[in-house]
Every structure is written in C-alpha cells, then in structure tokens.
C-alpha cells in the first residue's frame, strides 16, 4: 500500500509556473512508476505526464509536452510535476499515481495508488 500526498497547486496567471509534488509514506518507493493526471469539471480524468522507477524513461501527454517535466527523488520519495508556461485550459484537480509496475503506463487504469488531488487553477 502506498500513501500519496499531492502540494504545491494554487493560482496562477497564465504564462506562469507552479511545482508540484507528490510525497509518498513508502520506503519502496523506488519501486514504482509515478504518474501525473488532471481532472478538469465534466471531463474524463486525462495523462499529464509519468516516469518509471529509476527516473530515465519519461512519457507526456500531447497537450503538456515542452511545457512540463516530471522528475523525481527517490532519496526523498517524492516525485516532481514541473509545469511552465501555464495556460487557462492547464486548470484540473492534478493527480498523484503509482503503479507497481516497471514499464511506464499512461492510462488511468495502469496505476494502483491515487493521490487526493491538488487544485491548479490558472487565470487568463
């Protein structure tokens, strides 16, 4: 069982930045591939963005590509979601994920553990 907390959402302007991180109880966290998603009002819950255990295969959703990166600290066991050049559509509740898996997933259903959620929220 893996116990993830998500931080760092809030306002911005667009054209900003904002980190967020995803903190997680597990001493094996290393073991696990982390994900990123975002969920905005009446929309299906969409791939931002996810690395595998070892930090050196990233995968991104079309929309975040060159705008967000997703690093991690298994030193710390905490994973990264690094978003620059926020835009109004960016807004969603962002979701923290884990699967205990070594192969990179991009689907909801890859992933085993969920955060509760942080609110992004950019303003035009």
């Known amino acids: 069982q893996v116990h993830l907390v998500e931080s760092g959402g809030g306002l911005v302007q667009a054209g900003g930045s904002l980190r967020l991180s995803c903190a997680a109880s597990e001493r094996t966290f290393s073991t696990y591939g982390i994900g990123w998603f975002r969920q905005a009002p009446g929309k299906e819950r969409e791939f931002v963005a996810a690395v595998n255990w070892a930090g050196d295969v990233l995968r991104y959703g079309d929309s975040v590509k060159g705008r967000f990166a997703i690093s991690r600290d298994n030193d710390k066991n905490t994973a990264y979601l690094q978003m620059n050049s926020l835009k109004p559509e960016d807004t969603a509740v962002y979701y923290c994920?884990?699967?205990?898996?070594?192969?990179?997933?991009?689907?909801?259903?890859?992933?085993?553990?969920w955060g509760q959620g942080t609110q992004v929220t950019v303003s035009s």
């Open positions: 994920a884990a699967r205990s898996h070594t192969i990179v997933a991009v689907t909801v259903d890859g992933y085993d553990y």
